[in-house]
């Protein structure tokens, strides 16, 4: 087990990335965020919650969006998965969509949200924000936009992202 | 996590934990039954044909909408007007079907036990839709889902089921769903309508009176009476039935409290069940066909994902 982030680095990466944000976005006028079910919520919350607070007075949208019924390899061998909540209370017709989510692996998680995104309307623009990108493991051209961490980690090792709220404790490991 | 069976026959072979599955996964499909799209691309590798030896509305079309809602391709078949008039048996009838490479089976019957023998013979997972005075498992799971919804939760709910439990299959799916739940369940109509050793085998309580039943319960669940299904008279009209069993206004004011009407359709109005009744604000009906799609959507995927189909 190796240590990518402690609790306070990941803080600072959160916080980063919530300037780098209000960089591309400013006011937020036309942007929304969205999380994806069920890990990249917890990170998507702190970005939500952060983004609030550096802008007072400035209501920022924010869905979670649940992916389970667009994955590319239902009935294909992999375990069946159990839904999570989708909560998508505006339209995202054309607005700014920042997808968030915790771990860039393959890609496919990814491809699978914006078929699920379409089906709540046309966005102007999609960017994606991840905390950590493992690099040289993607199946599909998908690249993040916004970055908390990139790593290089082999196919058989694994990368936690534990959540205060969940685990107990803010940390990024590598698992053999 | 997937379903400990490979078809949905019965309740009778559910887990609890089956069911509480499906309603996790039912609660996700109504909400994309809310958006804009009602639709999800996850089982358009999938072909479903709808076998229904029985007339049917509701269940039918529920299906049909959830297996176009859940992407898949939809094949229709009714006895009426097909090759079962010349003689053919259901065995054939189904592999021909599924030779033309279709992947499950929802089936209708009225005999029952007909599912259970065509899972003996095919390979793709079916779905019964009801057979005969057996089961009607996707109904009872829809039943509880509403129960859960309009109260937040089935444990420990007062479940009266009324009317003409001799003849329904509801009846008996929503018995082993309510009690799987842990619902108390009490069956209540005529004497003729109630089979007997009913307490021991299924662990409900049985009564003979409508007033009584209502006022301990929580939740009215009125069957209709299935006359198709009586080969001789078990009472003496309708319209005596409707003054002893109907459930009426007069008869919910009596109670002093307000308690959840549900049926399964189709209704007999002024029969079992009275129009200023079933389209009260006490009346969950329209809610129940409402879940219907959601918990067929939940069922066919988690059946569908459940193993590969198609072995061929």
Same mark, same amino acid.
């Given at each position: !087990?190796?240590?990518?982030?402690?609790?306070?680095?990941?803080?600072?990466?959160?916080?980063?990335? /919530?300037?780098?944000?209000?960089?591309?976005?400013? #006011?937020?006028?036309?942007?929304?965020?969205?999380?994806?079910?069920?890990?990249?919520?917890?990170?998507?919350?702190?970005?939500?919650?952060? %983004?609030?607070?550096?802008?007072?007075?400035?209501?920022?949208?924010?869905? *979670?969006?649940?992916?389970?019924?667009?994955?590319?390899?239902?009935?294909?061998?992999?375990?069946? #998965?159990?839904?999570?909540?989708?909560?998508?209370?505006?339209?995202?017709?054309?607005?700014?969509?920042?997808?968030?989510?915790?771990?860039?692996?393959?890609?496919?998680?990814?491809?699978?949200?914006?078929?699920?995104?379409?089906?709540?309307?046309?966005?102007?623009?999609?960017?994606? %924000?991840?905390?950590?990108?493992?690099?040289?493991?993607?199946? %599909?051209?998908?690249?993040?936009?916004?970055?908390?961490?990139?790593?290089?980690?082999?196919?058989?090792?694994?990368?936690?992202?534990?959540?205060?709220?969940?685990?107990?404790?803010?940390?990024?490991?590598?698992?053999? | !996590?997937?379903?400990?069976?490979?078809?949905?026959?019965?309740?009778?072979?559910?887990?609890?934990?089956?069911?509480?599955?499906?309603?996790?996964?039912?609660?996700?499909?109504?909400?994309?039954?809310?958006?804009?799209?009602? *639709?999800?691309?996850?089982?358009?590798?999938?072909?479903?044909?709808?076998?229904?030896?029985?007339?049917?509305?509701?269940?039918r079309i529920s299906f049909e909408l959830a297996?176009?809602?859940?992407?898949?391709?939809?094949?229709?078949?009714?006895?009426?007007?097909?090759?079962?008039?010349?003689?053919?048996?259901?065995?054939?009838? &189904?592999?021909?079907?599924?030779?033309?490479?279709?992947?499950?089976?929802?089936?209708?019957?009225?005999?029952?036990?007909?599912?259970?023998?065509?899972? *003996?013979?095919?390979?793709?997972?079916? &779905?019964?839709?009801?057979?005969?005075?057996?089961?009607?498992?996707?109904?009872a799971l829809l039943d509880a889902f509403s129960?859960?919804?309009?109260?937040?939760?089935?444990?420990?709910? *007062?479940?009266?089921? /009324?009317?003409?439990?001799?003849?329904?299959?509801?009846?008996?799916?929503?018995?082993? /769903?309510?009690?799987? %739940?842990?619902?108390?369940?009490?069956?209540?109509?005529?004497?003729t309508l109630i089979p007997k050793h009913l307490?021991?085998?299924?662990?409900?309580?049985?009564? +003979?009176?409508?007033?009584?039943?209502?006022?301990?319960?929580?939740?009215?669940?009125?069957?209709?009476?299935?006359?198709?299904?009586?080969?001789?008279?078990?009472?003496?009209?309708?319209?005596?039935?409707?003054?002893?069993?109907?459930?009426?206004?007069?008869?919910?004011?009596?109670?002093?409290?307000?308690?959840?009407? !549900?049926?399964?359709?189709?209704?007999?109005?002024?029969?079992?069940?009275?129009?200023?009744?079933?389209?009260?604000?006490?009346?969950?009906?329209?809610?129940?066909?409402?879940?219907?799609?959601?918990?067929?959507?939940?069922?066919? +995927?988690?059946?569908?994902?459940?193993?590969?189909?198609?072995?061929?």
């Amino acid at each position: !087990m190796k240590t990518i982030l402690n609790g306070t680095q990941l803080a600072i990466t959160i916080d980063r990335l /919530c300037h780098q944000l209000i960089e591309t976005h400013l #006011h937020f006028e036309h942007t929304v965020l969205i999380g994806l079910q069920p890990r990249g919520i917890y990170l998507s919350d702190r970005i939500h919650h952060t %983004l609030q607070k550096l802008l007072p007075g400035t209501p920022i949208p924010y869905g *979670k969006l649940d992916i389970t019924f667009y994955r590319d390899d239902f009935n294909k061998g992999a375990a069946l #998965h159990v839904p999570s909540e989708t909560d998508i209370n505006f339209s995202i017709e054309n607005k700014r969509v920042v997808l968030i989510d915790d771990v860039l692996y393959t890609g496919r998680t990814i491809r699978s949200a914006l078929d699920a995104m379409l089906d709540f309307g046309r966005p102007a623009t999609v960017e994606l %924000l991840v905390l950590i990108d493992r690099r040289f493991t993607r199946q %599909l051209p998908i690249q993040p936009d916004y970055t908390g961490r990139t790593i290089d980690a082999i196919i058989s090792e694994k990368v936690r992202v534990l959540w205060q709220e969940r685990d107990g404790k803010d940390e990024v490991i590598i698992l053999e | !996590m997937s379903l400990s069976v490979k078809h949905l026959l019965g309740i009778r072979d559910l887990e609890r934990q089956d069911i509480e599955l499906v309603f996790q996964t039912a609660d996700q499909f109504k909400e994309v039954l809310q958006r804009p799209i009602k *639709k999800v691309p996850t089982l358009r590798d999938t072909t479903i044909v709808n076998v229904f030896f029985e007339n049917s509305t509701r269940t039918r079309i529920s299906f049909e909408l959830a297996e176009k809602r859940l992407g898949a391709d939809v094949v229709n078949f009714s006895a009426s007007g097909s090759s079962v008039s010349k003689g053919e048996t259901l065995i054939d009838t &189904v592999n021909n079907i599924l030779s033309m490479k279709v992947d499950m089976v929802v089936m209708r019957h009225s005999a029952s036990g007909a599912p259970h023998f065509l899972s *003996k013979h095919i390979q793709a997972p079916i &779905v019964n839709a009801g057979d005969g005075i057996n089961e009607h498992p996707t109904q009872a799971l829809l039943d509880a889902f509403s129960i859960r919804e309009k109260l937040g939760s089935v444990t420990g709910k *007062k479940v009266a089921i /009324c009317g003409d439990i001799m003849h329904s299959r509801v009846a008996l799916s929503n018995i082993y /769903c309510l009690k799987k %739940l842990g619902a108390e369940v009490t069956v209540v109509g005529p004497p003729t309508l109630i089979p007997k050793h009913l307490e021991k085998a299924l662990g409900v309580n049985v009564t +003979y009176n409508i007033r009584e039943a209502l006022a301990w319960a929580d939740v009215a669940n009125v069957l209709r009476i299935q006359l198709e299904r009586q080969n001789t008279p078990l009472f003496s009209s309708l319209r005596e039935y409707s003054l002893a069993y109907g459930v009426n206004r007069r008869l919910l004011d009596s109670l002093q409290k307000d308690i959840v009407i !549900m049926h399964p359709g189709p209704i007999n109005r002024g029969v079992e069940l009275s129009s200023d009744v079933a389209d009260s604000g006490q009346s969950i009906i329209l809610n129940q066909v409402e879940n219907g799609v959601a918990i067929r959507m939940a069922v066919l +995927y988690l059946l569908a994902g459940g193993k590969k189909m198609n072995t061929e």
